[in-house]
């Protein structure tokens, strides 16, 4: 496996269970995660992943794109728990507080088949976890930046070696008028109708029984009533834009764990309610519920090999005014893994996946990976894996009234990768470093993109129009190092990735060999933190290569790069700690714009004071 | 970042230690510097073949190409055409006045050396001379602007998407009243006095609930006067030789009813005669009518043409569009060559094919994004 840092905070939920070999996994550091509790998780992926998010603005839309592929192909997980809408299939990152987890995994490619069908780019899982040596942790932060922005976070986290309650309430709201540069209107103004208000709730409890039995139960809601903000050249119409969304989650879960065997069984309500207007002209309502139920079963009883197979049965049911009547998708998912190691230095590992949706079988899903550690005293590994994957369309894509397609195919992709990883400690383990080298190699098939009927200029329909290939490599130096108490970490990831048109509609299409629009080929970025005298600095660069804005990649935004800062101090006093941060983003003050006339913010500053009560357990 | 650099560079213990820390350092400053500090907007990727960017020498007799843009994505452009020379000039506003265009750039007219940009989403009309192509006016105040069309020198009537015919002056480049409209209206053209529009009803709701006439307005009162019933989104509007008018209705966007093309008598202001298309689904667009007013064409997925005589509609198309997603069309007035552009699938530059009348390929131009409409010169006016 090949996951960043083992940090020993940082606890997983698949720690009962084998990891699949030969998939790339990686995982953020929590200490990022608790620096950014005032940022939303498109913050927080765009600054330290190359995964590519495509913002619509500050505080408003942002999409994740990773390995060419688009946001639809990349599943949002809470727990294990899909947080991609079945109606667009896609999640809003902006909508998402960092303060809602504690772990943040990101599984590439293939590595999501273990997890669900259709995930081409790769799964982003947020994860929240116990700490049974805690007794009590209060976390009360208060933050305010620059727009007007406010975010209240308190977290309650008590219990005791079998038993453990995690109550977190998050408040942000933010008047989001930043100055930027209109150059349609060639004059700087502020931005407007770009204010929002989210409010979120969450209460986890899980209780241990003879360290056999866990149960959890989780609750999660979420409100956001925000604005969307003009583009550049709608900026004088003055719209009330708006979009008011609530969601509710609910999980319980029950494991069982022995020696050689385990069992998990989740059962998940989701429901969200939608409600977009738009001055007086419109006023659309949007509701969906999913029943998730996932049964895992792991057997590692026999010497050598691992056995975990599985059913997940979701239930989905919309009710939207786009659509005529309520429509609703029932999958049922039925998979193994299967991880085998027949000797010490290679391990393998088969995932088989079997949809079934709406009484239609989808064809097999399956995927092989090969983990190979050649040296005895050289800690190189390689990998490598290969799949077929199926995404079957979205809802949206099926029903919306008038343009939805019923006809649709699923798409189709066939994924080849290749990687490696070094890692090195020194004896001192006073240095740490690892290197790692993916490619990948990716053959989507069908791809389902909105286009105009052929011989009707007025209508658009999605159709399975689209062949792409996706390629690329990704890298990263990852180095800790602890010298005269001070401690450095530095992060660098570097994404290279072309991801092109293989068909072409007809011979007056120009898009064959073009890169997709909104996917950079140039990724990279680079934190450094400093750590001494209770003192924390992380700078964080990020470069985002240019995106072209046409399939025939005649127009094109330029690349750019972005700095933050923050720079904080914990002063603690008995089992008190006091923190004070200071965030500066957009370092440069750069003019920039992700996605074409949408303006994004200049330099910017947020303050943030947080203070925490923390009791473990001391014996 | 130098203090640590030379921190880590005088322990020699660490030395090996701190070689990727300096590498990725220089890597991270070389990033730093090779980005400029220009702000980040789109602009066109440098033309391979720069031979068609020529610079004409004024925009005197040519066809300027109105490229809608994509909604919401500020790239609306101009594209003109030379007549004499046949070279094209791109992103012609761009250039002269170093800021876009906006998007949904829908139509644009010309009046006494002005040309008149009507740009929908943006809800502007940009007035640019048409000497230089600079920008004198931004009228604003509109209703997410359609179309434009003169009643004089000094007067002309502007539709709007969502409410309100507005009146414009052309002296003064300003609104000076609105026509009070319950909705959408979209084509208009002079008739003796008068100015009739089309009225399609209101924009967000279905067809079942909109009104589609034709508005009979005086164009000295400013007052509707009468109107005439019409099929679903009534979308174009032309007079013929005969001072018969000829109305082209979609049947609506949800399919509501059967597209049809009516003639409308408009001294009478009753509808003459009714051709009804056999498929719901195959919807028609941008009627047209050629210099001596005997022709009609129209698109259909390829383009159709039909004598004002006809006693049917055409069957086949003129000019087929095998694979190509015909979108704009116009018939030149003084040469009768039809010009219909390819948008593609929106989301990549188009081409303008120019046709013989009698449907033979001349010349195809480089155009911009989403071409829609066109607007011939004075010079090239009959």
Not at chain 1, 172 to 200: I, R
Not at chain 1, 265 to 286: I, P
Request: aromatic fraction near 12%.
């Amino acid at each position: 496996m090949k996951d960043t840092l083992q940090l020993p905070e940082f606890e997983l939920t698949s720690k009962y269970v084998l990891e699949n070999n030969g998939f790339k996994k990686v995982k953020i550091d929590s200490s990022i995660i608790i620096s950014h509790l005032n940022s939303d998780l498109s913050t927080l992926l765009s600054q330290y992943t190359t995964i590519f998010i495509k913002s619509y603005g500050n505080g408003t839309l942002a999409t994740p794109s990773f390995r060419g592929t688009t946001a639809q192909h990349t599943q949002v997980e809470w727990n294990g728990i899909d947080l991609n809408s079945p109606m667009l299939g896609q999640a809003d990152l902006s909508l998402i507080p960092v303060s809602q987890f504690d772990g943040l995994e990101i599984l590439f490619g293939s590595a999501g088949i273990s997890r669900t069908s259709g995930a081409f780019g790769g799964v982003i899982n947020l994860v929240t976890n116990p700490d049974w040596n805690n007794r009590l942790n209060i976390l009360a932060s208060q933050s305010i930046g620059s727009f007007d922005t406010y975010t209240t976070n308190i977290n309650i986290i008590t219990g005791t070696s079998s038993f453990q309650s995690h109550s977190k309430f998050n408040y942000a709201s933010a008047l989001n008028n930043y100055p930027y540069y209109n150059d349609f209107l060639m004059e700087t103004v502020n931005q407007h109708n770009a204010s929002y208000k989210q409010f979120g709730f969450s209460e986890e409890v899980f209780w241990k029984l003879k360290d056999r039995h866990l149960f959890s139960a989780k609750l999660r809601y979420n409100y956001d009533d925000r604005n969307l903000p003009p583009t550049t050249t709608k900026y004088e119409a003055n719209n009330v834009e708006k979009n008011v969304q609530s969601s509710l989650m609910a999980v319980v879960e029950y494991k069982y764990v022995k020696k050689d065997f385990n069992l998990s069984v989740r059962s998940a309500f989701a429901n969200q309610k939608m409600h977009y207007t738009l001055d007086s002209t419109y006023d659309d309502h949007h509701q969906y519920y999913s029943w998730i139920n996932k049964i895992k079963f792991t057997y590692i009883g026999i010497k050598k090999l691992a056995i975990k197979p599985g059913i997940d049965f979701t239930h989905d049911e919309v009710n939207s005014e786009e659509y005529e009547g309520i429509k609703t998708r029932n999958t049922t998912s039925v998979f193994t893994e299967i991880n085998y190691t027949p000797w010490e230095k290679l391990k393998t590992s088969l995932v088989l996946r079997e949809d079934l949706i709406d009484g239609k079988f989808l064809p097999l899903v399956p995927a092989v990976g090969v983990d190979l550690t050649p040296f005895q005293k050289l800690n190189l590994g390689l990998n490598l894996n290969l799949s077929r994957n199926y995404k079957y369309p979205t809802l949206n894509d099926l029903f919306w009234n008038l343009y939805g397609n019923p006809d649709l195919r699923p798409e189709t992709n066939y994924s080849i990768e290749i990687g490696s990883v070094f890692n090195f400690l020194s004896k001192s383990k006073k240095f740490y470093i690892e290197l790692n080298l993916t490619g990948y190699y990716s053959w989507i098939y069908d791809m389902i993109t909105w286009s105009p009927v052929d011989g009707n200029s007025n209508l658009w329909k999605p159709e399975n129009i689209d062949e792409i290939l996706a390629r690329g490599i990704e890298s990263g130096i990852n180095i800790k190092w602890e010298i005269v108490k001070f401690k450095f970490k530095f992060d660098n990831n570097y994404s290279f990735c072309k991801s092109t048109y293989e068909k072409a509609s007809s011979e007056y299409d120009n898009k064959i060999g073009k890169q997709l629009i909104y996917i950079p080929v140039n990724t990279l970025n680079s934190t450094l933190t400093l750590e001494r005298w209770k003192f924390y600095l992380i700078y964080n660069f990020s470069f985002t290569g240019e995106r072209f804005t046409g399939k025939d990649n005649l127009t094109v935004m330029p690349g750019y790069s972005l700095s933050n800062i923050i720079f904080g101090k914990n002063l603690s006093l008995n089992n008190f700690i006091l923190s004070l941060q200071l965030q500066v983003n957009n370092l440069f003050n750069l003019d920039y714009q992700s996605v074409a006339s949408r303006p994004m913010p200049g330099i910017n500053y947020a303050f943030t004071i947080k203070l925490s009560f923390d009791k473990p357990n001391r014996e | 970042m130098v203090v640590i650099n030379l921190f880590l560079v005088n322990n020699i213990r660490y030395k090996i230690y701190s070689l990727p820390f300096l590498i990725s350092l220089i890597a991270l400053s070389l990033f730093s510097v090779s980005c400029s500090k220009d702000p980040i907007r789109e602009k066109a990727v440098a033309p391979e073949n720069p031979d068609t960017t020529q610079n004409p020498t004024s925009y005197d007799e040519g066809i300027f190409v109105i490229n809608e843009g994509n909604y919401n994505w500020g790239n609306a452009s101009i594209t003109f055409i030379d007549n004499r020379t046949n070279a094209t000039v791109q992103d012609l506003y761009q250039i002269a006045n170093q800021h876009n265009l906006g998007d949904v750039a829908e139509s644009m007219k010309i009046c006494n050396g002005f040309g008149f940009i009507v740009v929908n989403n943006s809800n502007r009309i940009e007035v640019v001379n048409l000497k230089n192509f600079k920008s004198v006016k931004s009228i604003t105040g509109l209703q997410s602007p359609r179309f434009l069309e003169l009643i004089d020198s000094t007067k002309a009537y502007v539709t709007n998407l969502q409410k309100d015919i507005s009146i414009l002056n052309l002296q003064s480049n300003t609104i000076t009243g609105t026509i009070p409209i319950y909705g959408w209206t979209e084509s208009l053209i002079r008739y003796d006095k008068y100015m009739l529009v089309t009225s399609i009803g209101k924009y967000s709701e279905p067809s079942s609930k909109r009104k589609a006439q034709i508005l009979v307005i005086d164009t000295q009162t400013d007052k509707i006067v009468d109107s005439i019933q019409t099929g679903k989104e009534p979308i174009g509007l032309v007079i013929d030789k005969k001072q018969k008018v000829w109305v082209l209705c979609s049947g609506g966007f949800d399919n509501f009813e059967a597209p049809s093309l009516m003639r409308i008598n408009p001294e009478l202001r009753m509808v003459e005669k009714v051709f009804t298309f056999p498929t719901i689904t195959e919807v028609p667009s941008r009627l047209c009518i050629n210099n001596t007013g005997d022709t009609l064409y129209f698109l259909k997925g390829g383009v159709y043409q039909t004598p004002v005589t006809m006693t049917g509609l055409p069957t086949n198309p003129l000019i087929s569009a095998d694979g190509r997603l015909f979108y704009g069309l116009a018939i030149h007035p003084k040469t009768g060559c039809i010009y219909v552009s390819d948008s593609k699938d929106y989301v990549q530059n188009g081409t303008v094919y120019q046709y013989s009348p009698t449907a033979k390929f001349i010349k195809q131009y480089t155009a911009g994004r989403i071409p829609g409409g066109f607007c011939f010169t004075s010079k090239n006016a009959k």
